[in-house]
């Protein structure tokens, strides 16, 4: 995925221990938490001083992998990240595909004289970065950051901590090794992240068994009352108000794996779930089975993006205004939706 001449800048780049700046996307999810982390604990083995970034909070489940504390959360304290993006010889970005997905970071990254590398999985890139490892077949970042460390002939250096992180980016964007994303060398690498000390077992448990009892109240709550099917559409969707989210205590991450609920019904090809956010603006995820590609329904439609089969997208109207129009949408890929 690199040609010769970025090869050796990156080999270069990486020989001589330097303070180095990580970034992930907003609102980061599994795998760009686990993939920036999974870096982070490699460059430190090189000697490398790093910082990394999160635009804004990240989940409580994913604050078990090691060096999460470290983490500089740049909606809480701007100053001390834009004082590692300013200071930093190397700019890694984990995980994105635009520099619009770092919010406000941006204008610090844009003063930035730093060498920009990008690992990422996510189609239609964008060039922001000197050099880009980038493959939209790849299962995860994660996976990509694996194959970056191994090409760097460095595999042999991935230990405990490095494994973790990197399993844990792999399991959350594959939906557990079950989306059509997961490939062969996916289970291939996953084996040797094992080998390198990958505790499966804890990894799920870590995320999947670490819940406040009032989350699953939420999410019991959002498919019992608030999910609705539309067959003749093979299409699911959920909604959540600020009031219900406050309802149920609402924290970051508690509606993670929701928008999965309608698309597991028979039948159900194209699901999406809308939460409206403090400021009004309505968040919208989408999920779809076989060949409906909601990247571009979201890009087209909504303002966003992401993978065939996994995006995002958002909303400045009224929940009732953008269900509405959804709704009016769906009418456009009814043959589609039928796989006519």
Same mark, same amino acid.
């Given at each position: ?48 001083? $790093? ?99 191994? !090409? ?37 690498? $996953? ?77 159900? $090809? ?48 009224? !929940? ?21």
């Amino acid at each position: 995925m690199l040609n010769e001449k970025e090869y050796l800048k990156v080999r270069e780049a990486f020989a001589t221990p330097s303070k180095v700046a990580i970034i992930m996307h907003k609102s980061p999810d599994g795998d760009a938490v686990g993939s920036s982390l999974g870096m982070k604990h490699y460059l430190e083995k090189l000697g490398h001083t $790093v910082s990394v970034i999160s635009p804004n909070p990240y989940p409580e489940f994913l604050k078990w992998m090691p060096g999460t504390r470290s983490v500089i959360d740049f909606e809480k304290t701007p100053t001390p990240a834009n004082q590692a993006i300013a200071k930093a010889d190397l700019i890694l970005f984990l995980d994105l595909n635009s520099l619009k997905r770092i919010g406000d970071l941006e204008k610090a990254v844009k003063k930035s004289d730093a060498l920009r590398i990008v690992i990422d999985h996510h189609p239609l890139p964008e060039k922001f970065a000197d050099i880009a490892f980038h493959d939209a077949a790849a299962s995860s970042t994660a996976e990509l950051a694996y194959d970056f460390i191994s !090409m760097l002939g460095d595999s042999k250096r991935i230990h405990k901590d490095i494994a973790n992180c990197l399993y844990a980016g792999i399991m959350t964007d594959t939906g557990s090794f079950r989306f059509a994303s997961t490939t062969p060398h996916t289970h291939d690498v $996953v084996a040797d992240l094992m080998r390198h000390g990958a505790e499966a077992n804890k990894v799920h448990r870590f995320i999947d068994d670490n819940n406040r009892d009032i989350r699953l109240r939420l999410l019991g709550y959002a498919v019992f009352e608030k999910m609705k099917i539309f067959p003749e559409f093979a299409t699911g969707i959920i909604t959540l108000t600020q009031s219900e989210l406050k309802r149920f205590d609402y924290k970051e991450g508690d509606t993670e794996g929701l928008v999965n609920e309608p698309i597991s019904v028979k039948g159900i $090809v194209f699901s999406a779930l809308f939460t409206e956010q403090k400021d009004g603006e309505i968040k919208i995820s989408f999920r779809s089975k076989d060949k409906f590609d909601v990247n571009q329904f979201a890009r087209k439609h909504f303002n966003g993006g992401g993978h065939m089969n996994a995006a995002g997208g958002r909303s400045d109207w009224s !929940m009732d205004e953008t269900i509405l129009q959804f709704l009016q949408l769906l009418s456009q890929y009814k043959t589609e939706l039928q796989g006519k």
